[in-house]
């Protein structure tokens, strides 16, 4: 198959999964079982101000929330039935941003079902479950638009809103099954909403003697999306510049970022997309071609490389077209100087 014909395809394939997302809806009969597995969290500092989340059922009596929620608080409550229940001890993995909770008396709360982040691909429907402002519960249905590789797992990107107390809350597959945590979303920008990997749950559930009781986190722990500029990860910095179109600096990223990491596909694929929007399509071929030969399934280089040499054909075919009517200049002007002088018009 022709690049062309592959980037034709898959183009087909993208809208008609965009178009398929973009109805789907939640089939509440299978999804209401689901989402009793969400809880509110509430967690009080010592000043007695109050952070509001979300935490999700991972193991008989274990909540799953993001550490970000917590991190200030001097006692942690869940919020469930109308009832708070007091969190006995968490367990903190701060630079993943993932906080176990230890509540027994919650042991019958039903446990979400889970699967890998690495079964998704781009475009795949998924919905964000929380609790949104720390009101009620809601689900924002969307989809996948990109998954970083991290620390042994791949942090989602996805179209699906969700915004403060919903922080700790469940990125679902339209089957009901637990993918991700929402984490961190980039303000003011669609599409730059970010879950951890349900992965990574496992490793925090491994060991049952370090669960320590409730209280603030090490000022200095920070997870790995709030750290300072030069020590994100790149793919942070590349989608704060690719919210704000600038492009130039984006391609400059992408160089350093495919230095730092030779074997990341996506770093040659931002290279590529941010040369394409220049309309350097010289450039951006190379790029898109190594982003496939170290991801051949990474399905929308695909198509932005059939995009990209379209392009190129259509300026090669514009700058042949003008390289003729510049070797025919100076006939036509001859041309015109002999009518000037018979008269003819």
């Not at 993001?66 to 701060?94: D, F, I, M």
Request: glycine share 8%; hydrophobic share 45%.
């Amino acid at each position: 198959m022709t690049i062309a014909r592959a980037a034709l395809r898959l183009l087909l394939l993208t809208l008609a999964s965009l178009a398929t997302a973009a109805a789907e809806e939640l089939d509440r009969a299978r999804f209401n079982p689901i989402l009793a597995s969400i809880v509110k969290v509430e967690a009080v500092t010592e000043a007695g101000s109050y952070s509001l989340g979300s935490a999700v059922a991972v193991a008989p009596g274990r909540f799953v929330t993001s550490c970000h929620v917590t991190a200030k608080a001097e006692s942690v409550a869940l919020l469930y039935q109308g009832l708070r229940w007091p969190v006995r001890g968490q367990r903190a993995n701060t630079g993943r941003d993932l906080c176990l909770l230890d509540v027994p008396r919650l042991a019958s709360v039903a446990v979400a079902p889970r699967s890998s982040a690495r079964d998704l691909e781009v475009g795949d429907p998924v919905a964000a479950a929380g609790y949104t402002f720390g009101t009620g519960l809601s689900t924002q249905v969307g989809t996948i638009r990109a998954l970083h590789p991290i620390d042994g797992g791949l942090v989602l990107q996805s179209a699906t809103y969700f915004n403060s107390g919903a922080s700790g809350g469940g990125l679902f597959t339209m089957d009901g099954r637990l993918v991700g945590i929402l984490t961190f979303r980039l303000k003011g920008a669609e599409a730059y909403y970010f879950s951890i990997p349900a992965d990574w749950i496992d490793s925090a559930l491994a060991g049952d003697d370090d669960y320590r009781p409730i209280a603030p986190l090490p000022a200095d722990a920070q997870p790995f999306w709030s750290q300072p500029v030069d020590r994100l990860p790149y793919f942070m910095r590349a989608a704060v510049l690719e919210a704000r179109r600038q492009w130039a600096d984006l391609a400059q990223l992408a160089q350093t970022w495919a230095a730092a990491e030779p074997g990341n596909a996506e770093s040659w694929f931002v290279g590529g997309d941010a040369l394409s929007q220049m309309d350097r399509y010289a450039d951006a071929v190379p790029s898109f071609r190594k982003a496939l030969e170290l991801n051949p399934r990474l399905a929308v280089a695909w198509l932005k490389l059939g995009i990209a040499e379209r392009k190129l054909r259509h300026f090669d075919e514009v700058q042949d077209i003008a390289r003729r009517l510049d070797a025919l200049a100076p006939e036509l002007a001859a041309e015109l100087r002999a009518g000037d002088r018979d008269g003819t018009p």
